[in-house]
Structures are given as structure tokens and as C-alpha cells.
T-cell receptor
Framework: NAGVMQNPRHLVRRRGQEARLRCSPM?????VYWYRQLPEEGLKFMVY????????ESGMPKERFSAEFPKEGPSILRIQQVVRGDSAAYFC????????????FGSGTRLTVV | DAKTTQPNSMESNEEEPVHLPCNHS???????IHWYRQLPSQGPEYVIH???SNVNNRMASLAIAEDRKSSTLILHRATLRDAAVYYC??????????????FGTGTRLTIIP
């Protein structure tokens, strides 16, 4: 029973390139959440998705960032034209959506922009 | 979101009990109290949650004040593997229209061998 799978674990991009981060939720989970953790800072909510729908994107930067959770396949967090300030750990979590039992987090993708 | 107050850091000796406090005086009546922890270079990990009664599981115990304005996470016998940042999060869950977990700054727990 695999947990939340994120890949890649580490990603290095040059300024201006695109970064694609993938998240496969736990089996039976249809709700996905993305969080960002800047170096030496706390976890900040970015976006909440259900299959094919964005439910809450109040934490997403207005430009260059997008997320999707298609009917088939993993959730994707996409960062276009990366800048050094995008260097961070990006965590994905999933849940059943019934709420009370909380989220299961993945091990994260560490993005470094050089 | 309910505001929480936790000590920035705590230290404990290995194999001793640890009591991690959290104040959440503005918690709503329907919010559960969730605790997560984040080990170094890992994603957050669910520890325990409760509503009104004290709760126990294999990882920890949760003691909730009668007025629900504070709670204490208890690690009965700390090991080096318990060194982490611990987050207390009041959370209503999707049943109450409040989906996202909001992390504060947490308490960084250091275990002394």
C-alpha cells in the first residue's frame, strides 16, 4: 500500500526553464494538496485539487504557477520560467476528503534553480 | 483559521517523556485538534487528533483541556527519531467547509542522547 509518491525527489533547473513536479496520491484518495516550504521557513498552502477540478488556489502565485489533477494520472505542479526564488521543497498531500483523518504527505520534491 | 501558540523550541533527554504544549484559544466548537510532525528532510507526518476527550495511539497521547483552549502532545518515551518540528493545527475538515491544513511555526524538538 504505497503512500503519496512524489517525483522527482530532486530537480535542478536553470533560470527561465520549466519545472514539472508530479504527485501520485494514495490509493483511494481523490483530493490532492500542494504546499511549498522555502528554506528555513514554514509550510505554505498553495492549491487544493480534486479530480479535474481546482477547489482552492488561494495560495498559488498569480503568474508562472499552475496545477492540474487529470482524470487519469498524477497531479502536476508546473512552474514556468523558474527564478531563483522558486527554489524550495514542494510537498504534495492527499486525503479521502472526509476530513477528520487528515492528510498523508509525500517526501517532497526539492527544486533548485541555478 | 484559529490562531495557535507553541514554544519555538524544546529539548528533552532521550527516553524521557516530552510534553509539547499548544494554545488555541480561538478554536471553534467544531474544530478537531490535529498534530503533525516534520522530521528533517521529510514531509509532514500525521501524529494524532482529537476533539474533546484525551486520545492515545501508538505514537503519542493527546491531552485536551476541558475548555479546549489548549492541548498537550505527550511522547511517553522520546527517542532520537522523535527529533522534529511539531505542529498543532485546529482543523474542521471538509465536513465543515474548511479543507486546507494551515501550518504555523511549530515547536522544534531536540532530543539529547
Amino acid at each position: 500500500n504505497a503512500g503519496v509518491m512524489q517525483n522527482p525527489r530532486h530537480l535542478v533547473r536553470r533560470r527561465g526553464q520549466e519545472a514539472r513536479l508530479r504527485c501520485s496520491p494514495m490509493k483511494g484518495h481523490s483530493h490532492v494538496y500542494w504546499y511549498r516550504q522555502l528554506p528555513e521557513e514554514g509550510l505554505k498552502f498553495m492549491v487544493y485539487l480534486q479530480k479535474e477540478n481546482i477547489i482552492d488556489e488561494s495560495g498559488m502565485p498569480k503568474e508562472r504557477f499552475s496545477a492540474e489533477f487529470p482524470k487519469e494520472g498524477p497531479s502536476i505542479l508546473r512552474i514556468q520560467q523558474v527564478v531563483r526564488g522558486d527554489s524550495a521543497a514542494y510537498f504534495c498531500a492527499s486525503s479521502t476528503g472526509t476530513g477528520v483523518y487528515g492528510y498523508t504527505f509525500g517526501s517532497g520534491t526539492r527544486l533548485t534553480v541555478v | 483559521d484559529a490562531k495557535t501558540t507553541q514554544p519555538n523550541s524544546m529539548e528533552s533527554n532521550e527516553e524521557e517523556p516530552v510534553h509539547l504544549p499548544c494554545n488555541h484559544s480561538t478554536i471553534s466548537g467544531t474544530d478537531y485538534i490535529h498534530w503533525y510532525r516534520q522530521l528533517p528532510s521529510q514531509g509532514p507526518e500525521y501524529v494524532i487528533h482529537g476533539l474533546t476527550s484525551n486520545v492515545n495511539n501508538r505514537m503519542a497521547s493527546l491531552a485536551i483541556a476541558e475548555d479546549r483552549k489548549s492541548s498537550t502532545l505527550i511522547l511517553h518515551r522520546a527517542t532520537l527519531r522523535d527529533a522534529a518540528v511539531y505542529y498543532c493545527i485546529p482543523w474542521g475538515g471538509s465536513n465543515f467547509g474548511n479543507e486546507k491544513l494551515t501550518f504555523g511555526t511549530g515547536t522544534r524538538l531536540t532530543i539529547i542522547p
